[in-house]
């Protein structure tokens, strides 16, 4: 099984919908992260958490929540997707002693309509 | 403020050399990460510099100035499935790391 899971892997909406992309580690990492990825357009920062009750904005937060359930589960939500949120989302994890090192799930690809 | 430059393309033939430059400004910079990534799939770790200088990990080693703010990876007997995109990641005192756009590394025969 792998550390970092992402669900689901693959999701077609319309605009407007909420959609919720969730992310859960067996790691036992502190920190988490929300990344988008487009073409040409490298991977941004969406959101980033180092523990339950932290929570911070990245480089492209607007229209886009987050919530940290638990030290192992962190959710990515769009409260009313639009097509430029189609791309490739992907969590990471990483642990405080760990410099630099970030731990991918396989990522969930969003397509709005 | 924050930027991130490195070079869109390289291309190189298997067994030679190639190195990718990274030059960064990052507030409260702390250090700097190289990861590789497949068409279609997870960007894996590579490497990591705290401290100017070149660390090694086999065919792969990863060098930084900091007073350049200045990074590279150099790839050494290049191998067809090293075809990739590489990012330099600089990481910041807040812990967080911001991406660059990426390098599409192609190896050709």
């Known amino acids: 099984d792998a550390d970092v899971t992402q669900t689901p892997r693959n999701r077609i909406t319309k605009t407007g919908k909420r959609i919720m992309l969730e992310c859960s580690q067996t790691?036992?990492?502190?920190?988490m992260y929300w990344y988008r990825q487009d073409p040409g357009l490298g991977l941004r920062l969406i959101y980033y958490?180092?523990?339950?009750?932290?929570?911070n904005k990245g480089e492209i937060s607007d229209g886009y929540s987050v919530s940290r359930q638990a030290q192992a589960k962190f959710s990515l939500s769009l409260e009313s997707a639009i097509p430029n949120q189609t791309a490739l989302y992907f969590c990471?994890?990483?642990?405080?002693?760990?410099?630099?090192?970030?731990?991918f799930g396989e990522g969930s690809r969003l397509t709005v309509l | 403020g924050q930027s991130l430059e490195q070079p869109s393309e390289v291309t190189a033939v298997e067994g030679a050399i190639v190195q990718i430059n990274c030059t960064y400004q990052t507030s409260g910079f702390y250090g700097l990460s190289w990861y590789q990534q497949h068409d279609g799939g997870a960007p894996t770790f590579l490497s990591y510099?705290?401290?100017?200088g070149l660390e090694e990990t086999g065919r792969f080693s990863s060098f930084l100035s900091r007073s350049d703010s200045y990074g590279y990876l150099l790839l050494q007997e290049l191998q067809m499935k090293d075809s990739a995109s590489y990012f330099c990641?600089?990481?910041?005192?807040?812990?967080?790391?911001?991406f660059g756009q990426g390098t599409t590394l192609q190896v050709k025969p």
């Open positions: 790691k036992g990492h502190d920190r």
């Open positions: 958490s180092f523990d339950v009750k932290d929570i």
């Open positions: 510099n705290a401290l100017d």
């Open positions: 990471a994890t990483s642990d405080f002693r760990q410099s630099g090192e970030l731990f």
């Open positions: 990641a600089p990481k910041s005192n807040t812990g967080k790391l911001i």
